[in-house]
Each structure stands twice: as structure tokens, then as C-alpha cells.
């Protein structure tokens, strides 16, 4: 096996014996802790979104931890997530890594999550008293083959956050700690409504986005689809003039998105 002795697992099954078993929830938190060793948990939040950074939390719960509510924070409400969040900070060693919208568009987003993943486990690694002897990945494969931390062995594999409390908590974080980036950028950047969507493709973000265009804040890439990119880049082009003419929002106003954004 090659350095880092990455596995691919599928779902929810793994190898063994040249069949696929099921695996158990947290099966690797308890496979670890059994042998006195720690375990380290990498998960993103913003990946979908169409402005602001994507955020990597890497996060090594203490070992048989007991931390209850540790599970996708999709599925959380904002309040559970609020409460949990702080258990999971004293109750670990944890990093975070940032991946800001402009870096998203230079190096695209799955190369960007690997540069936020790699940041967020290099951190904490240097903080941790002690290295973790596996390392569990939702669903993307990260490598540190060209790193001091290339002997350690890595999982990665889809719907980590309902199979690894550490994965779990990971999210957690990572999710409260994007949100709050997203709650600053509410003010220097205004008529955006940051705060509400924190990014993601919502009705509201899509009208901000039609009446002011895009901001700093968003991902370039990402906005190609919309309509009103090309009244940026080139008010004068044919398609421009198309869009003009041909949409009316509301109020009187010119739409700059299909009726299938809306």
C-alpha cells in the first residue's frame, strides 16, 4: 500500500477477507480508542455556495468521548448547532483550514477543498500532543504523501458524518464557524443579505445578485450560468442586448435571469 495507505471505502462497507461487510457507527473511533490511539475527523461546509470561503474543520475528539447530538449538521437546527459546537471546542483538539472565493475560482473547488482539507490537518497536527493514527475523510481523497505526516493511514468515504462521531463533529464546526464568517461579511458588504443565506443559491441571494450584480464575495466560477455576468463583462453584446430586451422583472425592472433561476 502507498504512503499514507489511503482506502477508498464504498458507503458504508469495507474490505475484509475479499467480501464487504458493514461497517459499524464510529467503528473507527472505537477501533482506535481501543488501542490507546487517536483518531482525527476532516470535513467541509460551502462547497455548493456562490459566495464566500469554503471551510475545513479538522477536529481529534478526545478519546471515548461521550459527546452527544454529533451528527450531520445538515440535519441540525440552528440552535442545536450553537449548543453542540462549544462542547465539541473543549472537548478536542481541533484546526480549521480556509479556502477564500478567489483561490475557489483559481484552483476550482475540488482542488480547493484538498488545499483547505491539507491546511486544516497540517494545523492541527502542529497543535495536537500526539499524532492520531488514522485520519477519516468525507468522501474526498486527501493525501500527505509529500508530508512528514505521509506514514499515517487515511479513510475516506461517502456519508462520513452518520458513520464517524469525529467526521460528525468535524461538520459541526465547521458549519458554525462558516456561518459566522458569512454573519460579518453582512456589513461591510451590504445588500447582499449574507447573514440570511450565507451564500447559497437562495431566491433572495438570486435577486440581491439581479439587482446588484456580483460582489467580491462571490465566486466567479460559480456565476457563469447567471444571465447578468454578461451584462458586466460586456453591456454592448449581442446577448446583453438580448437579455434587455427580452426580460422585464419586476416592478417595471429588467431581469437578468432565465425564468428557470427564479
Keep these: 500500500m502507498e504512503n499514507n495507505q489511503i482506502v ?28 490507546n490511539e487517536l483518531i482525527c475527523g476532516i470535513d467541509e461546509v460551502g462547497r455548493g455556495c456562490l459566495a464566500g470561503p469554503l471551510v475545513v474543520a479538522a477536529v481529534i475528539l478526545f478519546p471515548n ?54 491546511q486544516a490537518i497540517m ?46 463533529a468535524a461538520s459541526i464546526i465547521a458549519k458554525v464557524k462558516r456561518d459566522s464568517l458569512m454573519g460579518l461579511y453582512d456589513s461591510p458588504i451590504p445588500k447582499y443579505s449574507f447573514a440570511k443565506h450565507k451564500g447559497y443559491g437562495t431566491s433572495i441571494h438570486k435577486e440581491s445578485l439581479s439587482l446588484n450584480g456580483s460582489s467580491i464575495l462571490h465566486r466567479k466560477s460559480y456565476l457563469k450560468k447567471f444571465d447578468y455576468l454578461f451584462l458586466q463583462d460586456d453591456p454592448t453584446s449581442p446577448k446583453a442586448e438580448f437579455i434587455l430586451s427580452s426580460s422585464k422583472g419586476r416592478a417595471g425592472q429588467t431581469s437578468i435571469f432565465s425564468s428557470k433561476d427564479l
Excluded: H
Aim: aromatic share 10%; proline share 5%; glycine share 4%.
Design 8 to 35: 477508498k471505502l464504498d458507503y458504508n462497507i469495507a474490505p475484509r477477507k475479499g467480501r464487504y461487510i458493514k461497517i459499524p457507527k464510529n467503528f473507527f473511533e472505537n477501533r482506535e480508542w481501543a488501542k
Design 65 to 118: 468521548s461521550r459527546l452527544k447530538m454529533l451528527k450531520d449538521s445538515k440535519i441540525l437546527t440552528q440552535e442545536e448547532l450553537i449548543s453542540i459546537a462549544p462542547r465539541i471546542i473543549e472537548n478536542s483538539w481541533f484546526s480549521y483550514g480556509i479556502i477564500n472565493n478567489t483561490d475557489i475560482d483559481r484552483f476550482n473547488i475540488w482542488n480547493g477543498t484538498l488545499i483547505a482539507m491539507k
Design 123 to 168: 494545523n492541527l497536527f502542529a497543535i495536537c500532543p500526539k499524532l492520531p493514527s488514522t485520519v477519516l475523510v468525507d468522501a474526498l481523497p486527501v493525501s500527505l504523501s509529500n508530508t512528514i505526516y505521509k506514514d499515517i493511514e487515511i479513510q475516506y468515504f461517502a456519508k462520513g458524518e452518520s458513520l464517524s462521531k469525529s467526521i460528525a
